[in-house]
């Protein structure tokens, strides 16, 4: 369902199961079933909550909120055009928010906890292309001021600073379908490793930071994982 001034439209059902919970939306509309995106979050306005992106790209999109026992709390809807992922900030250089893909518009959103834009022009940065998945640079790396984002179907991961502005970091090949960073605690090379796998190709690939590219140009080479 959604709530908007006090309103409730429901779009099917959501079931969850006390002796194990689970979120389960059984609308027939596939569309109303599409889940795009998850973001967790512990503090703040978020507070301690999961949020995932309801709705096909292209068909509008909600963001609903669930606990951690994973019963569905409330939701909002988002401006825009779809999700395609959904992600909290570390702590550092970026503005708090929860920043959203939107595939059909080529843009990342931000919104605050009652699903309102933050960015006066509409969006945190656009010209992306098709982006889907993202992931923020690590802290305390030469890459913790960029964002990077998946153009899914250009093939290119892109890197976009904290005042919105998009560079092309690495070109690889269409189909992109995951980015995630080296963990700290991994046995994986530096923390500024970017893997990513890619469904169409079903390649997964590793993006080393070019040394000394950063922050003025920003610059990625790819290889084979």
Same mark, same amino acid.
């Given at each position: 369902?959604?709530?908007? %001034?006090?309103?409730? &439209?429901?779009?099917?059902?959501?079931?969850?199961?006390?002796?194990?919970?689970?979120?389960? *939306? @059984? $609308?027939?509309?596939?569309?109303? &079933?599409? *889940? #795009?995106?998850?973001?967790? %979050?512990?503090?703040? $306005?978020?507070?301690?909550?999961?949020?995932?992106? *309801?709705?096909?790209?292209g068909t509008g999109t909600e963001v609903l909120k669930v606990s951690t026992q994973g019963a569905l709390q409330s939701s909002? @809807?988002?401006?825009?055009?779809?999700?395609? +992922?959904?992600?909290?900030?570390?702590?550092?250089?970026?503005? %708090?928010g929860l920043y959203i893909t939107e595939p059909g518009a080529?843009?990342?959103?931000?919104?605050? =906890?009652?699903?309102? #834009?933050? !960015?006066? %022009?509409?969006?945190?940065?656009?010209?992306?292309?098709?982006?889907?998945?993202?992931?923020?640079?690590?802290?305390?790396?030469?890459?913790?001021?960029?964002?990077?984002?998946? !153009?899914?179907?250009?093939?290119?991961?892109?890197?976009?600073?904290?005042?919105?502005?998009?560079? +092309?970091? =690495?070109?690889?090949?269409?189909?992109?379908?995951?980015?995630?960073?080296?963990?700290?605690?991994? +046995?994986?090379?530096? *923390?500024?490793?970017?893997?990513?796998?890619?469904?169409?190709?079903?390649?997964?690939? &590793?993006?080393?930071?070019?040394?000394?590219?950063?922050?003025?140009?920003? =610059?990625?080479?790819?290889?084979?994982?």
């Amino acid at each position: 369902f959604s709530e908007t %001034s006090g309103q409730r &439209r429901v779009l099917g059902m959501v079931q969850t199961n006390p002796a194990s919970p689970s979120l389960v *939306l @059984t $609308d027939t509309n596939p569309s109303n &079933r599409a *889940l #795009n995106g998850i973001a967790i %979050s512990t503090a703040g $306005d978020f507070g301690n909550f999961m949020y995932v992106g *309801l709705g096909a790209p292209g068909t509008g999109t909600e963001v609903l909120k669930v606990s951690t026992q994973g019963a569905l709390q409330s939701s909002f @809807t988002i401006p825009g055009s779809g999700a395609g +992922d959904l992600a909290f900030p570390p702590l550092g250089s970026f503005a %708090s928010g929860l920043y959203i893909t939107e595939p059909g518009a080529g843009r990342v959103i931000r919104v605050n =906890a009652f699903g309102v #834009n933050l !960015d006066a %022009s509409g969006a945190f940065a656009t010209g992306l292309g098709s982006p889907g998945y993202m992931a923020f640079g690590p802290p305390a790396t030469e890459l913790a001021n960029f964002l990077f984002v998946a !153009d899914a179907a250009g093939g290119v991961v892109k890197a976009i600073s904290t005042s919105g502005v998009v560079r +092309d970091y =690495a070109t690889l090949e269409p189909g992109i379908t995951g980015l995630a960073f080296s963990p700290e605690t991994a +046995d994986l090379g530096p *923390l500024t490793n970017l893997y990513v796998a890619n469904g169409t190709t079903g390649k997964l690939q &590793r993006v080393t930071v070019n040394p000394g590219s950063c922050p003025a140009a920003c =610059a990625g080479t790819s290889s084979l994982f």
